[in-house]
């Protein structure tokens, strides 16, 4: 605990013109007793830095899960989920949070590709997708976060600039884990040895490839084919530019040993092919088709609500939906108005 000189009530003026030499001894303690708390905070603070920093001198944090909590009447469960892949809406964050501590204990830098996700494990790897441009790029989730009502990540300003949506502050995006990158990561921060993307990306390239196998051997004959009269040579035209999609890692034999701490994140921006989606506000999903039809009564004053029904893993769900909706928003303004009555788990779906 902190002390300080507030935390001691001042000693009452004394009638006469000295001090009572017990009173003379009481200061002297207490000024000792200040002086040495001081010396020990500022020992074991600077300790902590020590033992938390990464070979470049930047915090290093550690690894983390964390238990469920929550957030303005919503409940989150933070976990393992190595087949995460989710679509909504994207913001950023940047000056108000530049140089303050992240929920694994890292320094946030809004420089940095970084961002905060409500439930995925900290440190993980993800690729997100600007479904609106086609721009892909790998970050690192180092934070928790975003709590705005209908955001499923808050990106760092520098990675929000890198996808291309600083200036209108939000976009739809498509958000993946990488297993094998976050598998890595994590195993390097339970060993004290936390890295960034640069280091995690060398150290995948160095991963053992499987060789092809071998192409099956045909017996191939050479003749003369006789030109056909009136025919054109035509010259082959080049073959299409298929634009590249970042994949994870092989990983089986990769390991947190290979890697080395770097001072920042890489930025890697890939271009792929814009997506066309639309945009929902999905109040609930039922497998009870008679629940979910008495939500759609409930909501229709808000506005045109439909179910759309969808099989997952052999279980049919009735979603209860609104839209689509034109803008972002658009989507805020029916979330908020949802949630208003008594749907605090309502989110915005992108598809």
Aim: proline share 8%.
């Amino acid at each position: 605990m902190k002390l300080s000189i507030s935390s001691f009530s001042a000693p009452g003026r004394i009638k006469g013109t000295l001090m009572k030499p017990l009173a003379t001894l009481s200061l002297v303690a207490l000024a000792v007793l200040l002086s040495a708390c001081a010396e020990t905070e500022f020992v074991v603070h600077t300790a902590k830095q020590i033992n938390n920093a990464a070979s470049d001198g930047q915090q290093a944090g550690r690894y983390k899960v964390g238990s469920p909590y929550e957030i303005n009447g919503v409940w989150y469960y933070p976990q393992v989920d190595y087949g995460y892949e989710e679509t909504g809406i994207a913001s950023w964050y940047g000056p108000n949070f530049h140089n303050k501590m992240t929920a694994n204990g890292e320094i946030f830098d809004q420089n940095d590709v970084t961002a905060a996700h409500r439930t995925l494990p900290l440190p993980s790897v993800v690729r997100v997708t600007n479904l609106e441009n086609g721009r892909a790029l790998v970050v690192r989730v180092n934070d928790r976060g975003p709590f705005a009502h209908g955001r499923i990540i808050d990106m760092s300003r520098r990675s929000a600039q890198l996808l291309g949506f600083e200036r209108q502050g939000t976009a739809k995006v498509r958000v993946e884990i990488l297993p094998e990158e976050s598998r890595l990561m994590a195993e390097a921060y339970k060993n004290g040895r936390p890295v960034r993307l640069a280091s995690l990306n060398a150290a995948s390239s160095k991963l053992p490839v499987p060789a092809p196998a071998a192409a099956p051997s045909v017996p191939v004959s050479k003749g003369t084919v006789s030109a056909i009269p009136g025919a054109v040579t035509l010259t082959p035209p080049p073959a299409p530019v298929t634009p590249a999609v970042a994949s994870s890692s092989p990983a089986a034999q990769g390991s947190a040993a290979d890697l080395t701490p770097q001072s920042a994140d890489a930025p890697s921006v890939i271009q792929t092919v814009p997506e066309k989606t639309e945009i929902f506000v999905q109040a609930g999903a039922f497998t009870n088709a008679t629940n979910a039809d008495k939500l759609t009564q409930i909501l229709a004053s808000v506005g045109p609500v439909v179910i759309s029904p969808r099989e997952v893993k052999g279980r049919y769900f009735y979603r209860v939906r609104l839209g689509p909706l034109g803008t972002v928003e658009e989507a805020d303004r029916v979330l908020e108005a949802v949630i208003g009555r008594g749907y605090p788990a309502a989110r915005v779906i992108v598809e």
